[in-house]
T-cell receptor
Framework: KQEVTQIPAALSVPEGENLVLNCSFT??????LQWFRQDPGKGLTSLLL?????REQTSGRLNASLDKSSGRSTLYIAASQPGDSATYLC???????????FGKGTKLTVNP | DAGVIQSPRHEVTEMGQEVTLRCKPI?????LFWYRQTMMRGLELLIY????????DSGMPEDRFSAKMPNASFSNLKIQPSEPRDSAVYFC??????????????FGPGTRLTVL
């Protein structure tokens, strides 16, 4: 059974800092990995999707990497801003299923 | 497109009552997913459909839960009878592809259910 872990559960940083969020998964037989953002009381917004054949994806100040063999992904946020404050969730697809398995998220607070 | 639409946004009911949650996926998407989010368990997949057909309902917690997708533009999730432990935020999501060609899932705003 696929298990997804995100560490830390919460992170607080000053504005302008570069930061890394971590995601690990137990079954390396995945189709893809997605990073989502969730604002309080809102639904999830997809940030980046990495297919199993890819190593990384970039969108603006965000860069996500994938290392299937070690079961790890990182989300790098450059020059963080208060507007980046949200919960970031990692989700893994595959392992013989079309389901996404989610981590419990990292709650990020960027202080002005 | 307006995105995934869910209704109601908030539902408060008493234990034992029937609850119906509704979802309209993004037009043209072939996959529809129902999730439940709680503080304790995080986000869990309940059931998903491909071309209106239920593919995997192994995440449905009990027989009290049922979901249907009568056509490509509508799905509902019913809980009968509801219990306080069903209190959670229920999300609907849709995507164009899944599996090997996995695609982005687009989430609705969710329905916050409170069972008293």
């Amino acid at each position: 059974k696929q298990e997804v872990t995100q560490i830390p559960a919460a992170l607080s940083v000053p504005e302008g800092e570069n930061l890394v969020l971590n995601c690990s998964f137990t079954d390396s037989a995945i189709y893809n990995l997605q990073w989502f953002r969730q604002d309080p009381g809102k639904g999830l917004t997809s940030l980046l999707l990495i297919q199993s054949s890819q190593r990384e994806q970039t969108s603006g100040r965000l860069n996500a990497s994938l290392d299937k063999s070690s079961g790890r992904s990182t989300l790098y946020i450059a020059a963080s801003q208060p507007g980046d404050s949200a919960t970031y969730l990692c989700a893994v697809g595959g392992g013989g299923s079309e389901k996404l398995v989610f981590g419990k998220g990292t709650k990020l607070t960027v202080n002005p | 497109d307006a995105g995934v639409i869910q209704s109601p946004r908030h539902e408060v009911t008493e234990m034992g009552q029937e609850v119906t949650l509704r979802c309209k996926p993004i037009s043209g998407h072939d996959y529809l997913f129902w999730y439940r989010q709680t503080m304790m368990r995080g986000l869990e997949l309940l059931i998903y459909f491909n071309n209106n057909v239920p593919i995997d309902d192994s995440g449905m917690p009990e027989d009290r839960f049922s979901a249907k997708m009568p056509n490509a533009s509508f799905s509902n999730l019913k809980i009968q009878p509801s219990e306080p432990r069903d209190s959670a935020v229920y999300f609907c999501a849709s995507s164009l592809l899944a599996g090997d060609d996995g695609d982005t899932q687009y989430f609705g705003p969710g329905t916050r259910l409170t069972v008293l």
